[in-house]
C-alpha cells in the first residue's frame, strides 16, 4: 500500500470550490471532510497509468483504467474524504482534480 500524502489545497477567494494538479504516482488525500468530487482532466497521459477517486469508507467515486488525455465532469460525494490514487510505471500522468469543500469559517 502506497503512504498516504496529505495535500491541501485552498479554496478560491468566495467560493467552495478547490483544484490540485497531480503529476506523481501515489496516494493524495486532496480533503479531509466530506466534499463533492466535480472534475478530473487528464493533461498528459504518462506511461501505463491509472488513477482512481474514493473516499474514506473506500467507496469508488471514479476509475480511470488507462490513461488518456480528457475532461471528466462528475458529480460524487465524498464522505469523510476524498482519496486519489495514481499508479503508474515509468511516466506519471499530469492531472487536475476538482471538488468542493466547505470553508473552515463555515463549519
Not at 97 to 104: H, M
Request: proline share 4%.
Amino acid at each position: 500500500m502506497l503512504d498516504l500524502v496529505d495535500v491541501y489545497a485552498p479554496s478560491a477567494p468566495g467560493s467552495l470550490m478547490r483544484s490540485h494538479k497531480i503529476t506523481a504516482a501515489g496516494r493524495f488525500r486532496l480533503a479531509r471532510r466530506h466534499a463533492e468530487l466535480y472534475s478530473v482532466q487528464i493533461v498528459a497521459a504518462g506511461a501505463w497509468g491509472r488513477v482512481q477517486l474514493e473516499d474514506a469508507l473506500g467507496r469508488l467515486l471514479f476509475l480511470q483504467p488507462s490513461m488518456f488525455t480528457g475532461s471528466f465532469w462528475l458529480g460524487g460525494g465524498a464522505i469523510d474524504a476524498l482519496v486519489a490514487v495514481v499508479d503508474a510505471r515509468d511516466a506519471a500522468p499530469n492531472l487536475t482534480i476538482n471538488w468542493r469543500e466547505q470553508d473552515e469559517k463555515m463549519l
